[in-house]
Nanobody, 124 residues
Framework: QVQLVESGGGLVQAGGSLRLSCAAS????????MGWFRQAPGKEREFVAA????????YYADSVKGRSTISRDNAKNTVYLQMNSLKPEDTAIYYC?????????????????WGQGTQVTVSS
């Protein structure tokens, strides 16, 4: 069982930045691919970014590409999502997810463990 705890969300003005963190309880964190997803009110959960076990492979949704960077520190059992140039449409609950494979995907159903989420609100 893997427990994931997100942090770093908050209220920010458009154009600002946030860095989300996700701390994992797994003893072998490096075996898991990790992803970030988000869900806005009234919308389905959508993919944001994902990273392989080594950090050598990353995927981004078109909506955040060029504005966001996913990274991980396996020594700290933590994955990060740096988000810049934030827009009001980035407002959502952001979820961290772990996949019991070394290679990530962009599909939520491929992920085995989920955090509780952290709220990101971007004001215009």
């Amino acid at each position: 069982q893997v427990q994931l705890v997100e942090s770093g969300g908050g209220l920010v003005q458009a154009g600002g930045s946030l860095r989300l963190s996700c701390a994992a309880s797994a003893r072998t964190f490096s075996r898991y691919a990790m992803g970030w997803f988000r869900q806005a009110p009234g919308k389905e959960r959508e993919f944001v970014a994902a990273i392989s076990w080594s950090g050598g492979l990353t995927y981004y949704a078109d909506s955040v590409k060029g504005r966001s960077t996913i990274s991980r520190d396996n020594a700290k059992n933590t994955v990060y999502l740096q988000m810049n140039s934030l827009k009001p449409e980035d407002t959502a609950i952001y979820y961290c997810a772990a996949r019991d494979r070394t290679v990530p995907t962009t599909w939520a159903y491929d992920y085995d463990y989920w955090g509780q989420g952290t709220q990101v609100t971007v004001s215009s």
